[in-house]
Structure formats: structure tokens, C-alpha cells
């Protein structure tokens, strides 16, 4: 059989059939500008990969660290320059072949996720906290992360000076793919995406310089359950692809509503079956309820937050909820707006169990990263109380809590980074006692951050919190209002504790010390104190501003 009669068979197996004499291969169309702020951040690691392997190791750190902080800077002045543009409003719409939507949302949490990630990198770069080892000055990450703890190899390479610097380009990857993540319009992008921004997370996890196994174990129980709601997403998209004989949301919402005229042979068998999609949006939701940390999908939460480096607690915290509540929105109200009467129930109850779940549980914690990963599940019942709402208010509401809510914690987790014994960060409540009296400033700091996560008046989280309520009330949820009421007075009970453990408690005089950061943690901590208050005392410019970004591109 010639060449040519094999590639011919190849290629109409491939389902590509060959173009007509005279006719060109179309080539496809990609609008690159409005994909700026993703291609940057791609671009960066991707060379910050090749600077670990060419930048001699005395210059890497440096090299990282401003490579990382331009890229972050330059991909959100894209965003600004989009927005700017009118890609937000007016000219909104459907890129890359279909597989990305650039509107108002989009800019919005790509915006929000950039910012936070910029904020969280300097906790990242920090290297003052811990005292010199061997002459040199050590940061969050093990000197290398390949070596066992506690062998032989490890101890070399503490003597030596070594620093994994790879954790700068492995951000990017995360963060890049968290940008892709809420703008997915077609359910392959979504799941690329996912496994985009995951595995960084993963590998981030693994590799703290102190506590080390614990560490490790945190990364295994991140990745097995990862891969587990992996796995329900994947199901879930086959399952509609199944339904629609489409992946694009679009096409899959015109199934859902019955405008679809024209119909693939090979799936009328299956087309319009309801069981095919109500099995399948459920996997896909289940999916992303694990990323937000939703009761019943958080068993993670805790054992990561506490086991995991946390400057990569707070960076993961904030900006892997902004990306997958993004996520979230986009397929509940462009995907399955037809099924709002099946999904609207089914979510009532995760928002309830997650909101009281998430403050009952925080009241019995001991450690300081455990109880705000607690913490972080109630949250995630409120903002689920602002999805449920349905309604344009209800969107807009979503994104403002987010925004506020990620500078909130990254702020508190660089806080925690602070207070140290011996072994490293102390975070058993028991150790914070006294912390106002021996340390004033860092004690009324996190004040702040946990009046904050309270819902206390005159902060972001009193705005955020009024914000959601409201538009769930408004769109006819008002028994989940009240739930969330009274799951945020049980929350507030065991942030004041912690207030007074601070200010009212003797101090212990074998007690930590709080370690006086580089001006990388303090811009990191200034930053979530006046977006908290600013977001606190002046919401109406920022709530203008969420409600303008808060239409979806169909």
C-alpha cells in the first residue's frame, strides 16, 4: 500500500477529511491580546523552569522572585488594559475557538487571583524568619525537596545553602491555570485547567522546610482526593457530552433549553436524556465543591492547610477558592440556567451543612491553621448563600466577597508565619496566649483579620457578608439567610476567643517570639489590613464595581 493511500486512511480515521482541490486549510483563529494576562504568566514559568536550569544557584533566588513579581505585575496591567478596552462590557465575548469567554466575571476574578498571588509571593520570598543556617539565610521551602528528611543528603544540602527555588515557577503554572479556570466556556478547557492549577498545589504542599513528614502527608491526602474529584469532574463531563453531543457550555444549554435544531446521528440515541444530565452536572458540581471546600467534599481542608508551608496555605486559600467559586457561577448560570429548580435545592443543603459544619467543628479546634481552615469552610457556605440567589446581585455579591475575602487570608496566614519557637512556627493556640502584651502590633493586626472573618462592622467581611445575605434574600432564600446568621454569631464566638486569648492572657514565659519580617511580609500584611478596611469603611466604589463585572458572556 503507497504513502499516500495510508496517510489517506489515517486521516479520514482521524475524522479529518482532506480540503477540496483549491481550497486552503483553515488555520485557527486565536485572539491573543485578549489572552495577555494567561500567555504572560504561562510565559514566565516557563522560563522560570529554564532559569533553574541555567541561572547559576547563588543568583536563582533572586532571578525567581523578580521574574515572578514582574509577570504577576505585567498580566494584571493586561487585565486593566481589557477592561480598560471594554472586554468586560461592551465588547465581552467568546475566544480561542470558543474555548474561553473573556467578560466582566473573568476580568474580575483573573484580576482578584493576580493580586492575590502577587500579595502572596512575597510570604514566598521571605527569608528573614528563620535564623541563618550554616552562614546562609533559609526561607519556608526544604533545601531540597528531593532528599529524605532526615538523611544525610538533606543535611548536606542544609549545610550547603541549598534553596528550592523552584516553588516560584511552580506558582506561576498554579496561577496560570487558575486564570483559565473560571473563564473555561467548554467543559475540556475546565478540566485542563484543573489539572493545571492542581499539581503545582500538590507538589507546593510537599515541601516545607520544617515538619517535613507531616508535610509530605498533607501533599498524598491533597493529591488522592484531588485525583478523586478529578475523576467525578471527568465522569461528569462525559456523561454531558453524552446528554448534548457538544462539551461547549453553549451548545450544552441549548440541550438543557430545547433551542437545539440541529442533532448528531450517532448521539440521537442518547441526546435529551435527563438522567445522562442530572447524574452528569452533579459530578461536575461535586468536582468543584471539593476545590471550594464544601461540607461534605472538605475532609482536605484541615490536614493540608495545617501540614502544608504556610505561605503556600494562604497563597492556596485564597486564590483556589476565587478560581473554582468562579468556575462554580459560570456553569450555574450559563451551563444550567434551565435547571436552576433541580440544582437550587440540592445546593441549599450544601450551604447550610457547609455554613454550620464549618463553625461548629472551628469551636473545638487547638491549632491556629486548623481552626481558620475551619474557618475558611463556614466562608464557604456564605458565599455559596450568594450563588444560590440566581440573580445578577447575587453574582456581583459573589465576586466582591471573594475579593475581599482572599486579601483577608493571605494577610492572617502571613501573620501566623510570624509568631515562632524553637521548631519553627508555633501554632497550637496554647502559645498565643499573652501575644497582645508581648507583641502589640502583631496581636492587633490579626485582631483585624479575624474581626474580619467575624463579619464585624467596618470590615470587609461585615460588607462581604451584608453583600451576600442581601442578595439572597432578594432571590427568594431567606431561611438560608437566617442560617447564615446564626452560623456567623457561633464563628464569631471562637475569632473573639482567640482575641482574648491574645489580649487578656498572661503571657508564658518559655512562649514564642515574634520574628521581625523583611519588608516582603510587612507589604504582604499592610496590604490585607487596608484592603480590609478600605473594602470595610468605603464598599460602594468596589460593590459599583463587582456589579458592572457581573454579567456573563453566553
Not at 475524522?15 to 486549510?25: D, I, L, R
Not at 484541615?302 to 503556600?312: C, E, I, K, R
Not at 468556575?327 to 451543612?353: K, S
Request: proline fraction near 5%; charge should be neutral; hydrophobic fraction near 55%.
Amino acid at each position: 500500500m503507497s504513502a499516500t493511500a495510508v496517510h489517506s486512511l489515517w486521516a479520514t480515521a482521524g475524522g479529518v477529511t482532506s480540503a477540496a482541490p483549491g481550497e486552503k486549510f483553515q488555520a485557527p483563529v486565536i485572539e491573543y491580546t485578549q489572552l495577555m494576562p494567561v500567555l504572560i504568566v504561562i510565559g514566565a514559568a516557563v522560563v522560570g523552569v529554564l532559569v533553574e536550569a541555567f541561572v547559576p544557584r547563588r543568583s536563582r533566588y533572586y532571578t525567581q522572585v523578580f521574574l515572578t513579581v514582574v509577570a504577576l505585575a505585567a498580566s494584571f496591567a493586561a487585565i486593566i488594559g481589557l477592561a480598560a478596552g471594554g472586554h468586560g462590557t461592551t465588547k465581552a465575548g467568546i475566544v480561542a475557538m470558543g474555548a474561553i469567554a473573556i467578560d466582566g466575571p473573568t476580568l474580575f476574578l483573573q484580576g482578584t487571583i493576580l493580586l492575590t498571588a502577587l500579595v502572596a509571593v512575597f510570604t514566598f520570598a521571605e527569608r528573614r524568619l528563620d535564623p541563618s543556617s550554616h552562614g546562609n539565610l533559609v526561607d519556608s521551602f526544604a533545601a531540597q525537596a528531593a532528599s529524605v528528611p532526615g538523611s544525610d543528603s538533606e543535611k548536606a544540602a542544609v549545610r550547603a545553602g541549598f534553596t528550592t527555588t523552584e516553588v516560584f515557577p511552580l506558582v506561576l503554572f498554579s496561577v496560570a491555570g487558575m486564570l483559565v479556570f473560571p473563564a473555561a466556556n467548554d467543559l475540556l478547557t475546565l478540566f485542563v485547567a484543573l489539572e493545571v492549577f492542581s499539581l503545582p498545589l500538590y507538589l507546593l504542599c510537599a515541601v516545607a522546610r520544617r515538619k517535613r513528614l507531616m508535610s509530605q502527608e498533607a501533599a498524598v491526602k491533597y493529591f488522592l482526593l484531588g485525583a478523586f474529584s478529578s475523576a467525578f469532574l471527568l465522569f461528569g463531563i462525559a456523561l454531558l457530552y453524552g446528554y448534548a453531543g457538544s462539551v461547549s457550555y453553549a451548545g450544552i444549554a441549548h440541550v438543557v433549553d430545547g433551542s437545539v435544531t440541529k442533532v448528531d446521528p450517532a448521539l440521537a440515541a442518547t441526546m435529551g436524556n435527563d438522567a445522562l444530565l442530572l447524574i452528569g452536572g452533579a459530578m461536575i458540581l461535586t468536582g468543584l465543591l471539593f476545590k471550594v471546600g464544601a461540607v461534605p467534599f472538605h475532609m482536605w481542608t484541615p490536614d493540608v492547610y495545617q501540614g502544608a508551608p504556610t505561605p503556600v496555605t494562604g497563597f492556596m486559600a485564597a486564590a483556589t477558592k476565587v478560581a473554582a467559586f468562579g468556575a462554580l457561577l459560570r456553569l450555574l448560570y450559563v451551563v444550567l440556567p434551565g435547571l436552576t429548580w433541580d440544582w437550587r435545592p440540592v445546593m441549599w443543603a450544601v450551604a447550610i451543612v457547609t455554613m454550620l459544619g464549618g463553625a461548629i467543628v472551628a469551636i473545638t479546634q487547638t491549632d491556629i491553621k486548623r481552626l481558620l481552615a475551619y474557618s475558611s469552610i463556614a466562608h464557604a457556605g456564605f458565599i455559596l448563600a450568594g450563588v444560590i440567589a440566581a440573580t445578577p446581585d447575587g453574582v456581583s455579591s459573589v465576586l466582591f466577597y471573594l475579593g475581599a475575602y482572599s486579601f483577608v487570608t493571605v494577610g492572617a496566614f502571613a501573620v501566623v508565619t510570624l509568631v515562632r519557637d524553637a521548631g519553627g512556627e508555633a501554632t497550637h493556640l496554647s502559645k498565643w496566649a499573652g501575644l497582645g502584651r508581648r507583641s502589640p502590633l502583631v496581636a492587633a493586626v490579626f485582631a483585624v483579620f479575624l474581626l474580619a472573618f467575624a463579619g464585624i462592622p467596618l470590615t470587609s467581611g461585615f460588607a462581604g457578608k451584608f453583600a451576600v445575605f442581601k442578595a439572597a434574600a432578594d432571590g427568594g432564600a431567606g431561611g438560608l439567610v437566617v442560617v447564615g446568621v446564626i452560623s456567623s454569631a457561633i464563628a464569631a464566638f471562637f475569632y473573639i476567643r482567640v482575641i482574648v486569648l491574645m489580649f487578656f492572657s498572661e503571657p508564658k514565659a518559655d512562649g514564642p517570639t515574634v520574628a521581625v519580617p523583611s519588608p516582603l511580609t510587612m507589604t504582604t500584611i499592610a496590604v490585607g489590613v487596608a484592603v480590609t478596611l478600605v473594602l470595610g469603611l468605603a464598599p460602594q466604589y468596589f460593590l459599583d464595581l463587582a456589579s458592572q463585572a457581573g454579567v456573563f458572556v453566553r
